[in-house]
């Protein structure tokens, strides 16, 4: 037993809450940079940083071989510690670039490993993203109708929100999250045909795409998150129904017994 947890302590290499601190330490480093005056310091910590995940990285592959590339949390780690080390070999002078910077910013989401039964949670998504498939269509659709409607309509009328198709998606998707839906309609002009149509196209998106296919969708998501923990209710509800079933059998083979005796 001693031999297996030293083997699982051998796993985690530096360990979760360490580096969880050092990608810490890197966000508030991309924060402070701009306002110190010595940018070679900072680079040399971003440097240092780097290095202890590329030895932490080389010390769980060579742990766990081949199972470490099984997790997807692992690949894309050891991606952006691999990005990252190349960005200070073969790009030693911009590593004030903004794309490299977003790639280590990623190394974030290493900080999630921190959360209980995580991988349990990421598998509940995954479920509820599939089973919301059909809805995100009709979302979809939903989304392309009226934003070309909208376009067609309100394109002279309110050019700041249906200019174009893709502007007028943006003003759709708003409604659907009814944000800002009384924006729209003050800016037709009182009276005119558009000060009519306007509410009612509004009215329609939010009822349709708001109260209709986005509570659809948080109850199928919702539903599918919490499958897993009416599965261990469900199957003690099964042995008990089983176990009352053989009973019931049970008593009424004693009632024949009983009958046949008298």
Same mark, same amino acid.
């Given at each position: 037993m001693?031999?297996?947890?030293?083997?699982?302590?051998?796993? %985690?290499g530096?360990?979760?809450?360490? #580096?969880?601190?050092?990608?810490?330490?890197?966000c =508030? =480093?991309?924060?402070?940079?701009? %306002?110190?005056?010595?940018k070679?310091l900072?680079? +040399?910590?971003?440097?240092?940083i780097?290095?202890?995940?590329?030895?932490?990285?080389?010390?769980?592959?060579?742990?766990?071989?081949?199972?470490?590339?099984?997790?997807?949390?692992?690949a894309?780690?050891?991606?952006?510690?691999?990005?990252?080390?190349?960005g200070?070999?073969?790009?030693?002078? =911009?590593?004030?670039?903004?794309?490299?910077?977003?790639?280590?910013?990623?190394?974030?989401?290493?900080?999630?490993? #921190?959360?209980?039964?995580?991988e349990?949670?990421?598998?509940?998504?995954g479920?509820?993203? *599939? +089973?919301?498939?059909?809805v995100?269509?009709?979302?979809?659709?939903? #989304?392309?109708?009226f934003?070309? &409607?909208?376009y &067609? &309509?309100?394109r002279?009328?309110?050019?700041?929100?249906?200019?174009?198709?893709?502007?007028?998606?943006?003003?759709v998707?708003?409604?659907?999250?009814?944000?800002?839906?009384n924006?729209?309609p003050s800016?037709?002009?009182?009276?005119?045909?558009?000060?009519?149509l306007?509410?009612?196209?509004?009215i329609?998106? =939010?009822?349709?795409?708001?109260?209709?296919?986005?509570?659809?969708?948080? +109850?199928?998501?919702i539903?599918?998150?919490?499958?897993?923990?009416?599965?261990?209710?469900?199957?003690?509800?099964?042995?008990l129904?089983?176990?009352?079933e053989?009973?019931?059998?049970?008593?009424?083979e004693? *009632?024949?017994?009983? *009958?046949?005796?008298?």
């Amino acid at each position: 037993m001693t031999s297996s947890v030293l083997q699982i302590k051998k796993m %985690k290499g530096i360990g979760e809450l360490p #580096l969880s601190l050092l990608i810490l330490l890197q966000c =508030i =480093i991309f924060a402070i940079e701009v %306002k110190v005056d010595d940018k070679e310091l900072m680079s +040399a910590i971003q440097i240092a940083i780097d290095g202890l995940f590329l030895v932490d990285l080389f010390y769980r592959v060579r742990c766990t071989g081949k199972a470490y590339w099984k997790s997807v949390f692992n690949a894309v780690d050891a991606s952006i510690v691999i990005i990252s080390i190349a960005g200070h070999l073969f790009a030693p002078g =911009i590593q004030s670039i903004t794309a490299l910077r977003v790639v280590r910013l990623l190394r974030m989401f290493r900080i999630l490993k #921190l959360i209980p039964n995580v991988e349990h949670i990421l598998v509940g998504i995954g479920r509820a993203l *599939k +089973a919301s498939r059909g809805v995100f269509l009709m979302l979809l659709i939903l #989304l392309v109708f009226f934003s070309i &409607l909208g376009y &067609l &309509l309100f394109r002279t009328s309110i050019p700041s929100h249906f200019a174009d198709p893709l502007i007028a998606s943006y003003t759709v998707f708003s409604l659907f999250t009814v944000e800002g839906w009384n924006e729209v309609p003050s800016l037709v002009t009182i009276g005119s045909l558009d000060y009519y149509l306007i509410r009612g196209y509004v009215i329609s998106v =939010i009822i349709f795409g708001s109260f209709f296919a986005l509570s659809l969708a948080n +109850a199928i998501f919702i539903d599918e998150m919490v499958m897993d923990n009416n599965t261990g209710l469900e199957s003690k509800v099964d042995k008990l129904t089983s176990v009352v079933e053989h009973q019931s059998k049970q008593i009424e083979e004693l *009632k024949v017994l009983l *009958k046949t005796r008298t």
